[in-house]
């Protein structure tokens, strides 16, 4: 299984992402594909995911009603776009595909740094 995050950046506070994860080596029907993130000194922490088969997303509380996770079966890609950026939102954002909403992830991507100024 392979996990390919892509889109980081540096942007300004207020600003906008997209970041992409494109998914390959098996069928991910059963999968929850997920974001999660870790900022420098912190543990990583679920940022939003999408079951695959349905498409019904989830988001923890920092992120609901800015940022929306939304999946392409066509392309096996998982996308995260990213609205109203905060310096807070400052980390490595990683994709990874598991078997709940938030939990028992154990296929992850390498990362992709994304970094919000004030």
């Known amino acids: 299984v392979q996990l390919q995050a892509s889109g980081g950046g540096l942007v300004q506070s207020g600003g906008s992402l997209r970041l992409s994860c494109a998914a390959s080596?098996?069928?991910?029907?059963?999968?929850?594909l997920g974001w999660f993130r870790q900022a420098p000194g912190k543990e990583r922490v679920f940022v939003a995911s999408?079951?695959?088969?349905?498409?019904?997303?989830y988001y923890s509380d920092s992120v609901k009603g800015r940022f929306t996770i939304s999946r392409d079966s066509a392309k096996n890609t998982v996308d995260l776009q990213m609205n109203n950026l905060k310096p807070d939102d400052t980390a490595v954002y990683y994709c990874?595909?598991?078997?709940?909403?938030?939990?028992?992830?154990?296929?992850w991507g390498q990362g992709t740094q994304v970094t919000v100024s004030s």
């Open positions: 990874a595909a598991g078997l709940y909403v938030r939990t028992s992830y154990n296929y």
């Open positions: 999408i079951r695959w088969s349905s498409g019904i997303t």
């Open positions: 080596g098996r069928t991910f029907s059963n999968y929850f």
